[in-house]
């Protein structure tokens, strides 16, 4: 996984693109967020990537 830092996410934390393997972080959220809601955070995104899941629903992948 790739991580790096965005600034127009709004109230969002973080998301992740699935296809690339790219977690964007929220700039202007991050820094005050405790350690331990960035773990919570980073692992969340992480399941969403493992998962291949968007918005708590999996995607298909393709078979062709």
């Given at each position: 996984?790739?991580?790096?830092?965005?600034?127009?996410?709004?109230?969002?934390?973080?998301?992740?693109?699935i296809?690339?393997g790219?977690?964007?972080i929220?700039?202007d959220?991050?820094?005050r967020?405790?350690?331990?809601?960035?773990?919570i955070?980073l692992?969340?995104?992480?399941?969403?990537?493992r998962?291949k899941?968007?918005d708590?629903?999996?995607?298909?992948?393709?078979?062709?």
């Amino acid at each position: 996984m790739i991580y790096k830092y965005k600034s127009d996410m709004g109230n969002n934390p973080a998301s992740v693109d699935i296809r690339k393997g790219i977690v964007y972080i929220n700039r202007d959220m991050w820094t005050r967020l405790t350690p331990y809601e960035r773990a919570i955070i980073l692992l969340h995104e992480e399941g969403h990537y493992r998962n291949k899941s968007v918005d708590g629903s999996l995607k298909k992948e393709s078979r062709g």
